[in-house]
């Protein structure tokens, strides 16, 4: 596809449910990131892959996030048993290599209630 | 503790106007600096980037300001115009392989006719 690609972009669950986000990096890019934005702050690191291979996922909140890329392309991250705390846009980002520019998804806008 | 330290929260600018929005930062392991668009419902999107062995860097109408020795770098929009209403953030990585983004917690730019 011509960039990054997200779903769902809105997901409301009720508190204790599990979710699922896709991300569908750009074609080709190796380095995949999953961020996390707030409302009104800016995105924070959650995790970071190298093809398939998660080599940092010190951003994670807690053991209920789960990120993976099995294939080193597509990527789910997972978050068990939603806490409201956890209601943000959740931001994919792909890049051609660990420190090339960053092509962001529109995101996906988890509501926990 | 926010490595990167972002002001004005909000700024409104008239058509025509200069925009100007200042970060800081703490870690001197950083050593790329970009600055991100963000229209609601959109992922961020790169605008302009910076490294420390330069003092200045213009594209067209956007230009990033360094100050290496205060730790301080700020974006300019020259002639701003409604369609630049939007948030603004820098951001910070590190050298090496140190990939992550550190954001700054964002300015709402608003440019009124």
């Known amino acids: 596809g011509a960039g990054v690609s997200q779903s769902p972009r809105y997901k409301v669950a009720k508190r204790g449910q599990d979710v699922a986000l896709r991300c569908d990096p750009i074609?080709?890019?190796?380095?995949l990131f999953w961020y996390q934005q707030a409302l009104g702050q800016g995105p924070e690191f959650l995790t970071y892959f190298q093809n398939e291979a998660q080599l940092d996922k010190s951003g994670l909140p807690s053991d209920r996030f789960f990120a993976e890329r099995p294939e080193g392309s597509v990527s789910t991250l997972k978050i068990q048993r939603t806490q409201q705390e956890d209601s943000a846009v959740y931001l994919c980002?792909?890049?051609?290599?660990?420190?090339?520019?960053?092509?962001f998804g529109p995101g996906t806008r988890l509501t926990v209630l | 503790q926010q490595q990167v330290k972002q002001s004005p929260q909000s700024l409104i600018v008239q058509k025509g106007g200069i925009s100007i929005i200042n970060c800081a930062y703490e870690n001197t392991a950083f050593d790329y600096f970009p600055w991100y668009q963000q229209f609601p419902g959109k992922g961020p999107a790169l605008l302009i980037a910076?490294?420390?062995?330069?003092s200045e860097k213009k594209e067209g109408r956007f230009t990033i300001s360094f100050n290496k020795s205060a730790k301080q770098f700020s974006l300019h929009i020259m002639d701003s115009q409604p369609g630049d209403s939007a948030t603004y953030f820098c951001a910070a990585r590190g050298r090496g392989s140190n990939y992550k983004l550190t954001f700054g917690k964002g300015t709402l730019l608003t440019v009124n006719p």
């Open positions: 074609s080709g890019h190796v380095s």
């Open positions: 910076i490294r420390p062995d330069v």
């Open positions: 980002a792909s890049s051609s290599g660990p420190n090339n520019e960053q092509f």
